[in-house]
């Protein structure tokens, strides 16, 4: 094995082999079909790549099919209203990722008259897009020579060329940027770029990597030295902060009480219900006995059910909480700042997952 300084003159004489033979399988071997490939739309070669991140294709595949269905151009996407879009965004997660969106979108439509940015310096100065969404527009969309590096790619080169340094130093993706840079195939960048990320998905995957039919197993150093299932190496294991969330389904007459999260926080632009946060699981006997709920509450309240605990994995939070069905026997006080919505028509607003995953079985 060698670190990436000592390897360098090993990089350099086998890039244009490996190269070469990638895009070999690429053309002879790969099967892997999905409706934004070939694609040279760049509204549709960014809108995969948004609905991509931190986003598995399988569960993005759908994502992607509707929000071409229902805007068919950046035109139609930007005349959107927001609540609509994040309603078609329910249930992707990282919703930042619609609100920049929508910005870009209308930035594009309004400000560049529809026209989008066509050089890679211009695409990447778009609200969220960092540089790898801005290499693969470039290529797929504009046919221009940046590569790609995601983490199919930082797994594939890591492995192929023995890189031992933690991939999620900034110097080493620094690095990992300049090689892979030096490797894409200047004639063909699009063909290149997509065949890296499917050899990194498909053959070269992170676990149970298909190593006996892979092309490159007699020159990838990783099988050399037995060293597969450990690179790419991470220097650090991510840490992940508890919140308790406990969601209070006032109800009167059919109408539940509902607010937009407006704050810098998770969810920001998704609605909820009432929210009493706390700094451990409260039992729902200590929730209703809160100052908060007993005051809304009131008299003659009745308790229509109360969840199982519930937990949600976010990439830096884990969110634990339940939720309590109270119906009250009057019109609501202290609860000015939620509004209350019908029943009927609760499920057309965009929630968070967390609460969309109660939604379905109580609500």
Not at 3 to 9: K, L, V, W
Not at 180 to 201: C, E, H, S, T, V
Request: hydrophobic letters at 40%; proline letters at 4%.
């Amino acid at each position: 094995m060698c670190n990436f300084h000592g390897c360098m003159g090993l990089k350099k004489a086998s890039g244009r082999a490996f190269a070469a033979l990638l895009l070999e399988w690429h053309h002879s071997v790969n099967q892997r079909k999905m409706p934004w490939k070939g694609v040279k739309d760049p509204y549709r070669v960014w809108l995969s790549e948004v609905i991509l991140q931190q986003t598995r294709v399988e569960q993005g595949l759908a994502y992607y099919e509707r929000f071409i269905e229902t805007y068919p151009t950046i035109h139609e996407l930007a005349l959107a209203p927001d609540d609509e879009v994040f309603k078609l965004w329910e249930g992707l997660g990282y919703y930042s990722r619609c609100r920049n969106l929508l910005k870009t979108a209308r930035y594009i439509t309004y400000e560049l008259k529809g026209a989008f940015p066509s050089t890679y310096p211009s695409i990447l100065a778009l609200n969220g897009i960092g540089p790898y969404t801005a290499a693969a527009i470039a290529s797929f969309a504009f046919d221009l020579p940046f590569a790609v590096v995601d983490g199919n790619v930082i797994r594939v080169l890591s492995r192929y060329f023995g890189i031992e340094e933690a991939v999620d130093l900034p110097e080493t993706r620094k690095r990992m940027s300049i090689l892979a840079q030096d490797l894409i195939d200047q004639k063909q960048p699009a063909a290149y770029n997509q065949a890296i990320m499917d050899f990194g998905a498909t053959v070269c995957k992170p676990r149970q990597p298909l190593c006996a039919t892979c092309p490159f197993k007699r020159t990838c150093v990783a099988l050399k030295n037995n060293r597969v299932e450990q690179l790419p190496f991470k220097s650090k294991k991510l840490v992940r902060t508890q919140r308790f969330f406990h969601y209070i389904i006032f109800e009167f007459q059919r109408n539940v009480y509902v607010r937009k999260r407006t704050d810098k926080d998770i969810w920001q632009g998704l609605f909820e219900f009432f929210l009493l946060e706390a700094d451990q699981l409260l039992t729902t006997e200590a929730i209703l006995a809160s100052n908060e709920v007993k005051q809304i509450a009131g008299k003659g309240s009745t308790l229509v059910h109360e969840s199982m605990n519930m937990k949600q994995q976010l990439t830096h939070q884990e969110i634990i909480g339940k939720f309590i069905h109270i119906r009250l026997a009057s019109p609501a006080k202290g609860l000015e700042h939620l509004t209350a919505v019908d029943l009927s028509a609760v499920r057309k607003l965009a929630f968070p997952k967390f609460i969309v995953s109660f939604m379905h079985e109580k609500l």
